[in-house]
């Protein structure tokens, strides 16, 4: 693996929700950045109302993204997920698609709540950073 995932003694255990605390990298790795995906098809519309559906067609995209440099969602180091009107089973709905893409070590992740985003039907968008191994 191209990163180190540490989830530190004295603070909550956040893989429950999704997230781990520090994700360290080695000098030298490369980074991928991949802008924010959301819940869209090949064409760029929104593919449900649904934010659950929404969140799943976002990850999947981000497979494809990734997938473009020959990487998975086992290589993100950190995600920053945008939220409109964010509350808790919104976050569970991310925990839980985190854990199934990221699988049980995941990797750090920051939920920015806004009031909405590049389009008024997008309710959910997720960033990342990738490091090749």
């Known amino acids: 693996m191209s990163h180190t995932i540490v989830n530190p003694d004295g603070l909550h255990d956040p893989i429950p929700f999704g997230y781990s605390h520090t994700a360290a990298v080695p000098a ?8 924010g995906q959301y819940g869209s098809n090949a064409d760029g519309a929104v593919v449900s109302p649904d934010f659950a559906e929404q969140v799943q067609q976002a990850f999947r995209n981000l497979g494809v993204a990734l997938a473009a440099h020959g990487l998975d969602l086992s290589h993100v180091v950190q995600l920053r997920t945008y939220v409109v009107n964010p509350d808790f089973d919104k976050l569970g709905t991310i925990g839980r698609a985190v854990g199934a893409g990221c699988g049980d070590t995941p990797p750090t992740n920051t939920v ?5 985003l590049a389009m008024p039907d997008i309710l959910f968008e997720v960033e990342a950073v990738a490091a090749r191994p």
């Open 28 to 35: 030298g790795t490369e980074l991928v950045l991949v802008s």
């Open 112 to 116: 920015i709540g806004v009031a909405g």
